[in-house]
């Protein structure tokens, strides 16, 4: 060994322990340049077997609530409630959320949640997790297309058939991805990547795409859904260099390898070209509201190795998942885990180099690109709000499931000499995909559980990530909304220690303490928000909420228009700024506030509601000098229809007859037995009457019915303290 200049580099043992790796499973040899044709029956049966196997594991998730960022983005976003709204969605990146900072051109995603929105007559997450979940199951029909024809290519062989379909079955049934499917507005991460790997198929297996470069159309949907399916590009050519030139990235620079080369670079430059110019379009569009991370570019770069070492860890041993993780960046380039984690990613990109040589290696090596090139747009020097987050596997784990089952066929393949016969070997082999799977199966039902509700969701969160303010504070949350305010008060003082300039935090101390009755210490912290977030309309609506609530009307007014201002779509000021002007009578405002509404929703019940309550309040001056009630009698008369009830029931209600109110609103919900209107007026009655068990159960199925519906929000929490005082007493 002494004689050889190059056997004390790393290189070199690594490089020939590999090809004594490629000669024991006996891989010299090179296989045909065409795949196999996929056995149609036979496909029909085991993925319709899978498709069913995928679904039942995943059937406890479809009612699954909105959480966190779905809040925003569908939530409080009035845009998506309006499905005409979709040629805006379009033109204008602020339609995406009602959080200016949160804004981002992502017209796909809001255009699918209007469908969904539609679909459900409102948010009914049933008809959002079927849409998700739908594409799920198409991609993963894709994804068997993209992994056998790519193994057929490197090393055709009978059991591809079945290591393509485990591959697939893997990714389906990965419990980190359940952290994207479960997660709404997380479908910008799905849908990107459905969109690549359907851009994938077409380029594979029809030459008519590859002619008239259509497979660049689902690159286009899915950029519009999410900018990392830029990296479409990048993926194509190393595709083409491995598998159509047989390149070798270790010794491409050889002359006899140039040409192959820059055929490779030719064959996919125009998509290389269509990316940069949607990239470029991504960034013309994206609103200028949209606010970056803070965070140091040096330090998230830094920090990504080692968390890219996590995420590989995580698809072999998918333990501790979390939706909001407390992972901070590293302060320092010689933190023990930052050698640790640029030490991997350099022997796994030096790996899948190595495994380029080789024809038959060649679908790990491409995996292994995958894996890094699919995590680029985030663990790179573009840093984000969080340093690293559970739904951004999605997309490089198409790289690992590739690679990953790719190499156990080699093993078995290498081994299969040691078995008495072939037979054996399937039936264990069989036997071992069974239980793994099934493990995995479990692992994704039991995150589908976590997610259903906040409480589950949020007390994951502050177990797994206890230095996260912000899931500290969310828990908090649920605890008060039980009515456990000395919990809730914990849990917030906990979360201020460790985020103590969090906006959101500071507005929920506030809403608490006046929950607790202490109104002189709320308000300093509703203050102390505006003062963090001044571009967040949320904080100035609680804080208007809170003075109105303590009769400084015109206070909250001041601070609910300036809340329009920054957010436009944002419709739960709208909601409260109605409510004053028609407790306050002043109709010309209610008439023109609704009308603004109605021009962003124009089927939006409460808009009519408040509308025609201010008409009919202003016609008592008709010729007939009817009060309104009376004409609201007579209306509902002649006319028995939902809305006049509802009408008559706010005539009654403003009248002092209660009773009579309740009455009315019951015969509206015998003609619309789902109008949350009618809900919400019998729980402002029955709050009146002091009747709060009624008012609750009222209440609770107005916002059943329509979760944005901030009026029966604030009617049900009236209800819920006053009840909770009552017990105290």
């Not at 992502?106 to 209007?114: C, E, G, K, Q, S």
């Not at 379009?281 to 040096?298: D, Y």
């Not at 309550?613 to 007939?624: C, D, P, R, Y």
């Not at 509902?636 to 706010?650: D, G, V």
Request: proline share 4%; with cysteine.
């Amino acid at each position: 060994m002494a004689g050889t200049p190059s056997a004390h580099t790393a290189r070199y043992y690594f490089s020939e322990n590999l090809k004594n790796f490629v000669r024991y499973f006996e891989l010299e040899k090179k296989s045909p340049a065409e795949p196999e044709k996929i056995p149609v029956k036979k496909f029909l049966v085991f993925f319709s077997a899978l498709a069913l196997a995928v679904t039942l594991v995943y059937s406890n998730h479809f009612h699954n609530a909105f959480h966190f960022d779905d809040m925003h983005t569908i939530v409080n976003n009035s845009y998506v409630q309006d499905i005409k709204n979709i040629p805006l969605f379009f033109k204008d990146g602020r339609t995406f959320s009602s959080l200016p900072s949160n804004q981002s051109y992502r017209p796909m995603v809001t255009t699918t949640l209007a469908i969904d929105y539609w679909l459900g007559g409102g948010l009914n997450p049933f008809y959002f997790h079927v849409s998700q979940f739908v594409f799920f199951l198409a991609q993963g029909l894709l994804l068997f297309f993209l992994f056998y024809k790519i193994f057929s290519i490197a090393f055709p062989h009978a059991w591809n058939f079945f290591v393509a379909l485990l591959a697939a079955a893997w990714y389906l049934l990965h419990p980190a991805n359940a952290e994207t499917i479960n997660y709404i507005i997380a479908r910008g991460d799905s849908l990107s990547t459905f969109f690549v790997v359907l851009a994938f198929v077409m380029y594979m297996y029809s030459e008519r795409s590859r002619k008239y470069f259509l497979y660049l159309i689902p690159v286009a949907l899915g950029v519009l859904t999410k900018l990392p399916a830029v990296m479409f590009a990048p993926l194509l050519f190393i595709y083409i260099a491995m598998f159509e030139k047989k390149i070798s990235f270790t010794n491409f620079r050889k002359k006899e390898n140039l040409n192959s080369f820059f055929s490779a670079v030719k064959l996919s430059l125009p998509a290389f070209i269509f990316c940069g110019a949607c990239y470029l379009f991504q960034q013309v569009k994206q609103p200028p509201t949209w606010v970056g991370a803070f965070t140091s570019r040096h330090l998230y770069l830094i920090s990504q190795p080692y968390i890219i070492l996590h995420y590989f860890k995580t698809f072999f041993l998918p333990f501790w998942l979390s939706a909001d993780t407390d992972w901070q960046v590293f302060d320092s380039v010689w933190n023990f885990k930052v050698i640790i984690g640029f030490l991997f990613v350099a022997i796994l990109f030096f790996f899948g180099l190595l495994c380029s040589r080789y024809e038959k290696l060649r679908p790990v090596s491409f995996g292994i690109f995958w894996f890094f090139l699919a995590l680029l747009p985030s663990s790179s020097i573009f840093p984000l709000s969080e340093v690293m987050n559970d739904h951004r596997i999605f997309f490089p784990y198409i790289g690992l499931a590739l690679s990953v089952c790719w190499l156990v066929f080699l093993f078995l393949q290498g081994i299969k000499k040691e078995f008495s016969s072939e037979k054996k070997l399937i039936s264990i082999s069989f036997i071992f995909s069974l239980l793994l799977l099934s493990a995995y199966a479990y692992g994704t039902r039991q995150r589908n559980k976590v997610w259903e509700t906040d409480e589950s969701l949020w007390y994951d969160v502050s177990v797994k990530s206890p230095n996260n303010g912000r899931g500290l504070m969310n828990y908090g949350l649920v605890l008060m909304g039980r009515g456990d305010y000395k919990g809730a008060e914990k849990y917030f003082t906990d979360a201020l220690k460790l985020w103590p300039y969090y906006a959101y935090l500071h507005v929920n101390m506030g809403i608490l303490k006046d929950a607790m009755g202490n109104p002189q210490e709320a308000e300093p912290y509703f203050k102390n928000a505006i003062s963090y977030r001044g571009d967040a309309p949320d904080c100035y609506y609680y804080y208007a909420r809170f003075l109105n609530d303590h009769k400084r009307t015109d206070e909250a007014i001041a601070l609910l228009e300036k809340s329009l201002k920054i957010s436009h779509g944002y419709t739960n000021s709208r909601y409260m700024l109605l409510t004053i002007y028609f407790n306050r009578g002043e109709f010309d405002k209610v008439n023109k506030m609704a009308n603004e509404l109605l021009s962003i929703l124009p089927n939006d019940e409460q808009a009519k509601y408040f509308l025609n309550a201010a008409k009919g309040k202003n016609s008592v001056a008709n010729k007939n000098q009817k009060s309104s009630l009376e004409i609201a009698l007579e209306n509902a008369t002649n006319n028995p229809t939902p809305e006049n009830y509802i009408q008559l029931s706010l005539e009654y209600y403003n009248a002092g007859k209660y009773e009579e109110c309740i009455s009315a609103c019951e015969k509206a919900l015998k003609l619309k037995p789902d109008y949350d209107l009618a809900y919400n007026n019998i729980c402002s009655a029955y709050n009146i009457l002091g009747n709060w068990d009624k008012a609750i159960e009222a209440g609770e199925k107005a916002v059943h019915l329509n979760p944005t519906n901030q009026l029966a929000k604030n009617n049900l929490r009236f209800a819920i303290q006053s009840k909770q005082l009552q017990k105290k007493k």
